[in-house]
């Protein structure tokens, strides 16, 4: 998910990818034009805003980069999934992971978005129309959150209100995999149509 975004990124943005392995970070970005490779620290250090896309069971390595990510907009784009009788379901240990990441980083301003994208929207060059759900606690992180969606051509943010509503937001993400892997279909993902009148 993180290398995809990334691809799409790089085209409005200078993308530095982190990793634990700085050398796996290199790698990763080596595909990408323009983009350069390092390892967790460095990589929130040097950037203007921080996206986490890793693993739920990983976040315990995002604890000690709350002074790199000082007064920074951090975009979560973690879901607390478990696969349950071949279905995946959410399973957050309490609060959403969003709430989890703003508590291990209180100098950052926490955001949730991509969440309701799957990664096999992004792989492709092109990605199709999508509305992008973002939730955050001032209506500023909100708009810096919104301008890094929004960048990607397709893309469409819609505030979905506090961080707390994260738990809904990330609910979605094994809802659209269920629903396309139920039905027989290769990807979903979701779009809001708005009533005129």
Known sequence: M???????LSSKYEVIIGSRDPARAAAASAGIKGASGSDYSGASRSADVVIFAI?????NLLADLDSEVSSKTVISVINPMTTEGGLLKYAPKGASAAEELARMLPHGRVATAFNNV???????????????????DSKETYEEAAKVVASIREMHPLYVGPLSEARIVEAITPLVLNLAK???MKALTTRFVSRKG
């Open 55 to 59: 693993p739920y069971e990983a976040m």
């Open 118 to 136: 799957p990664w096999g929207f992004l792989k492709e060059d092109v990605v199709p129309p999508v509305d992008i759900l973002v939730a955050a």
């Open 182 to 184: 139920l039905n027989g």
């Open 2 to 8: 993180g290398k995809a975004l990334a691809r799409h």
